[in-house]
Nanobody
Framework: QVQLVESGGGLVQAGGSLRLSCAAS????????MGWFRQAPGKEREFVAH????????YYADSVKGRFTISRDNAKNTVYLQMNSLKPEDTAVYYC????????????????????WGQGTQVTVSS
C-alpha cells in the first residue's frame, strides 16, 4: 500500500530556509500528483503546492509563490518542498499527500482530492 513519510521540519528564524522531503513507496507513481498542505492551530488545512510525477508541472498557492519551490526526484520517489524567506505565518504542520485521480488546477488544490497522506512534520518560524 502507499506510504508517505515526511521529514525536514524544524525551528527556523524568520527569513531563513528549510527543505522538506516526502518519501513515497508502495506504488508506481508516474501518473500521480503529489501535494503539500499545511495546517496551523485553529485553522483549516490549506493547499501549498503540487507537482505531477510525469511532467513535473507545478502550481503554488499565492501565499507561497516566489518563496517556496516544489520538486521531485522520480528515481528516488521523493518530493521536496524548498521553503525560503520564511515568515512566522508559515508556522504549521506540513503534510505530504498523493492522488491518482483526474483533476484540474482547481480540484487538485483541494484537500478532498488526495487519497493518501503522510503523518506531517512541524515547521516553526520564530520572529
Amino acid at each position: 500500500q502507499v506510504q508517505l513519510v515526511e521529514s525536514g521540519g524544524g525551528l527556523v528564524q524568520a527569513g531563513g530556509s528549510l527543505r522538506l522531503s516526502c518519501a513515497a513507496s508502495g506504488s508506481t507513481f508516474s501518473s500521480y500528483v503529489m501535494g503539500w498542505f499545511r495546517q496551523a492551530p485553529g485553522k483549516e488545512r490549506e493547499f501549498v503546492a503540487h507537482i505531477s510525477w510525469g511532467l513535473g508541472s507545478t502550481y503554488y498557492a499565492d501565499s507561497v509563490k516566489g518563496r517556496f519551490t516544489i520538486s521531485r526526484d522520480n528515481a528516488k520517489n521523493t518530493v521536496y518542498l524548498q521553503m525560503n524567506s520564511l515568515k512566522p505565518e508559515d508556522t504549521a504542520v506540513y503534510y505530504c499527500a498523493a492522488t491518482n485521480r483526474w483533476g484540474t488546477i482547481a480540484t487538485i488544490s483541494q484537500q478532498y482530492h488526495y487519497n493518501y497522506w503522510g503523518q506531517g512534520t512541524q515547521v516553526t518560524v520564530s520572529s
